[in-house]
């Protein structure tokens, strides 16, 4: 005999709260600073950094934590970088950064996947708390300053200028041939020298950068 349609419904309401109660709960466990540095690669290594950054402390005590930089808010963003994240878990079995010789190694690659994704994101986390439209442009620094307001027309985001924000930068990256291409743009497009560079009215020489 065919069960009671009510009864049936009800069931399976509450089957379903039960389970999507208990895959929240696991989303949410998961997406803690506690949970990303319960594995020693992470806390014997990039941890230990980002505690050095005023990302971790500051004169306002407003902390940015892992999932804060590293996990999207929004639902469907979030799912898909916790399945992206599976690939983690068979790296952690096969021990390819257990050791810090074996992750300052991979260095550069890991994090490289972070800042190409953050470009495609257009460094969506980080807009979480340093949105454009809120900043008084005028309180930052020269250079700052000048930099910030040029990169909206350059398009470009946040990762593009502050890579190792956070982390030690790896070795092998040149942080001078970035440099070196920002100064070379400006002088094609003669931004004044002196907005970075104050007393300087005229095209810099070589020993000015």
């Known amino acids: 005999m065919a069960g009671n349609p009510v009864v049936l419904l009800l069931g399976g309401f509450t089957v379903g709260i039960i389970f999507w109660g208990g895959f929240n709960w696991a989303m949410e466990l998961t997406n803690t600073e506690a949970f990303c540095i319960s594995c020693h690669e992470m806390k014997e290594n990039v941890y230990q950094e980002y ?20 996990v999207p808010k929004e639902w469907l963003h979030k799912i898909v970088r916790k399945v992206r994240a599976t690939n983690e878990l068979y790296h952690k079995l096969l021990g390819t950064v257990d050791t810090p010789e074996k992750f300052n190694a991979r260095r550069l690659t890991l994090a490289q996947t972070v800042w190409i994704g953050m470009q495609k994101t257009d460094s969506r986390e980080c807009r979480n708390c340093h949105g454009f439209d809120f900043m008084d442009i005028d309180s930052q620094q020269t250079t700052a300053r000048t930099i910030h307001q040029l990169s909206t027309g350059w398009r470009k985001t946040c990762i593009d200028c502050h890579k190792g924000i956070a982390h030690t930068l790896p070795a092998e990256f040149d942080k001078s041939a970035e440099l070196d291409d920002q100064h070379e743009r400006m002088e094609k497009e003669n931004v004044n020298c002196s907005l970075c560079h104050e007393g300087m009215a005229t095209a810099p020489t070589d020993d000015d950068w």
């Open 51 to 70: 505690k050095k950054t005023r990302h971790y402390s500051n004169s306002t005590g407003v902390r940015a934590t892992c999932p804060d930089c590293h």
